[in-house]
C-alpha cells in the first residue's frame, strides 16, 4: 500500500470499533518514511476502541496512536515489529485496559519515553503481556504508572534482567522463558498476588 491508497480508505471517517492493520511481514521497506505515512493516512475513527497492529515496517510510529485523540480506546496490541527501536508514549492513553507489546527485536530498554511526560500514566491499565523481546534488557518504571494493573505476563525475553520495584498489587505474574530475570520480594509486591507461574526453559 503507498500513503495515497492509505488516506483513499478514509478510515477516519469510518465509524469502527474495532481495527486490525497488518503488513506483510515479509516486506522489507525501501523508505521507512514512506511507510510512516502510510500509518499515518490510516488514522482510524476517533471512537475506536480495539486496536491491532502487526508486521509494521516503519522505524517511528504516528502521533494519533499515542496523543490519546483514541481517548476510546481499551485495548491495544502490536506484534512484530522488526524495524522500531523504542516504543511510543502510550502512557497517555487514558482508557487502556489491555495492552499487548510482541515481536519488537531492536528494543534494548523500556525506559521514560514509553510513559511519556504527564504525571499519572497508565490509569486504567489492567493488563500488560510483553513476549519475543530478544534484546530486552532493562525495563524502568515510573512511582506513578500503572495504578490499576493487575495481569502482567513477561515471555521469551532472555536477557531481561529484572522488574521494577513499582510493580505493586499484581493479581497474577507469568514468567516464561526469562533466563536472567530475578524475582524476589525485594522487586513485586507479592502480598496481593493470586496466581503465581515461572517457567524456565
Known amino acids: 500500500m503507498n500513503p495515497l491508497d492509505a ?26 518514511r514512506k511507510e510512516k ?29 499515542f496523543d490519546n485523540s483514541l481517548s476510546n480506546l481499551v485495548f491495544l496490541e502490536f506484534w512484530n515489529y522488526k524495524y522500531c527501536l523504542c516504543l511510543p508514549p502510550f502512557g497517555f492513553l487514558s482508557s487502556l485496559k489491555i495492552l499487548y507489546i510482541r515481536g519488537f527485536d531492536g528494543i534494548v530498554s523500556i ?37 490499576r494493573l493487575q495481569h502482567l505476563s513477561v515471555k521469551h525475553c532472555p536477557k531481561l534482567k529484572g522488574l ?16 536472567m530475570l530475578v524475582i524476589s520480594e525485594n522487586n513485586v509486591d507479592t502480598s496481593s498476588l493470586e496466581f503465581l507461574n515461572i517457567y524456565v526453559h
Request: charged share 25%.
Open 7 to 32: 488516506l483513499e480508505a478514509n478510515l477516519k471517517n469510518k465509524h469502527l470499533v474495532n481495527l486490525r492493520l497488518k503488513w506483510n511481514s515479509y516486506h522489507i521497506p525501501n523508505d521507512t
Open 37 to 65: 505515512k502510510v500509518l499515518e493516512n490510516l488514522q482510524p475513527f476517533k471512537r475506536l476502541e480495539h486496536l491491532t497492529i502487526m508486521s509494521y515496517c516503519g522505524t517511528q510510529f504516528s502521533s494519533w496512536i
Open 111 to 147: 525506559g521514560a519515553k514509553f510513559y511519556g511526560s504527564s504525571s499519572s500514566l497508565f490509569v486504567s491499565l489492567e493488563r500488560l503481556e510483553f513476549e519475543n523481546m530478544k534484546e530486552l534488557e532493562e525495563w524502568e518504571c515510573k512511582t506513578t504508572s500503572f495504578p
Open 164 to 179: 521494577s520495584k513499582q510493580l505493586l498489587r499484581l493479581k497474577k505474574l507469568f514468567i516464561n522463558e526469562c533466563d
